[in-house]
């Protein structure tokens, strides 16, 4: 489509040389091309499928009509995208492409979100940078954003596993089940981590561990056929590393093909030194940013 046929928006009194467009203009296959071009050189790439972008907008609630696009002519330079939930915006997905750069092409995304979060009268705009991507964070924090809390991305490869079945009765929860208890949950999500996320991610399982000391908790989890994502472990009471050793190993029990990669879980979790016995590893990190308007 040419750029003469959308509907561009000034962002600054500052002229550019490119336009900022509402990214409910373009076609998915459009915004999957920028977004895999914006990352080529990315310290995490990242690269997605139309579908895997289209599943992205539905999953993480953003709204394409406060999203957009910078264009050229006729070419693509970046985007960014606007998630939102009650008075909250999320900013994600933004890149520009190499031959975008030093052109102010970031800065005129950043403002375009940051504008479009005010005028739908939000609390608090929220974003992810992966940690130690220097320049981004300078950009977040020229716009008022600080810094919350370190979030690890962790992963899991397929590998036997040894099972305590003394002193713990598991019990295998359905997908409504699985909803429940996220609704019961304590911790504080991310974005990606949330309840919202993961009621429209779908594909929810459950287990419920009951051990002989009185300790309980409870493990949700996405199970598709290619791997388990996902995972939200809580302790309702006892100690915190049994708890998720019972669960962690009787999960990978059960799931003993898959592999696991789980996103965003804060640094400061109580479970993740019995993620770590359990195999797994970082995968990357990101830092966790926020404005109140």
């Known amino acids: 489509m040419s750029s003469e046929n959308r509907n561009s928006t000034t962002t600054h009194a500052r002229t550019y040389d490119f336009d900022v467009v509402p990214a409910n203009n373009f076609t998915y296959p459009e915004l999957t091309d920028t977004y895999n071009r914006s990352r080529v050189d990315y310290i995490i790439p990242m ?5 895997k972008m289209r599943e992205y907008v539905q999953v993480y609630d953003v709204d394409l009509q406060l999203s957009v696009v910078a264009v050229e002519d ?10 939102k939930r009650g008075s909250n915006t999320w900013i994600t997905r933004l890149g520009v492409v190499p031959n975008g750069r030093k052109r102010g092409v970031g800065g005129a995304i950043m403002h375009y979100l940051v504008e479009r979060s005010r005028e739908i009268n939000a609390k608090q705009i929220i974003l992810e940078v992966i940690k130690n991507n220097e320049p981004a964070e300078v950009l977040f924090k020229k716009y008022g954003f600080e810094i919350i809390r370190e979030l690890l991305v962790i992963k899991r490869p397929p590998q036997p596993i040894n099972v305590i079945t003394h002193g713990i009765y598991i019990d295998v929860l359905s997908h409504q089940e699985a909803l429940d208890l996220l609704c019961t949950r ?3 999500p991310s974005w990606v981590s949330a309840n919202d996320s993961m009621f429209n991610a779908g594909e929810l399982s459950a287990l419920w561990a009951d051990f002989d000391d009185g300790s309980q908790g409870w493990l949700v989890y996405q199970d598709t056929v290619l791997q388990l994502a996902r995972l939200v472990i809580q302790t309702i009471e006892g100690d915190f590393n049994r708890v998720a050793t019972g669960l962690l190993q009787h999960l990978h029990w059960r799931h003993a093909v898959q592999g696991t990669i789980s996103e965003n879980l804060p640094i400061s979790d109580r479970h993740w030194p019995t993620f770590q016995d ?5 995968a990357f990190s990101r830092i966790e940013m926020l404005l109140n308007l």
């Not at 006729?74 to 998630?83: A, E, K, Q, V």
Request: aromatic letters at 4%; hydrophobic letters at 40%.
């Open 74 to 83: 006729d070419t693509t330079l970046g985007l960014g995208m606007l998630g």
């Open 278 to 282: 359990m195999g797994y590893s970082i």
């Open 47 to 51: 690269p997605m499928s139309v579908n």
């Open 186 to 188: 304590r911790d504080m």
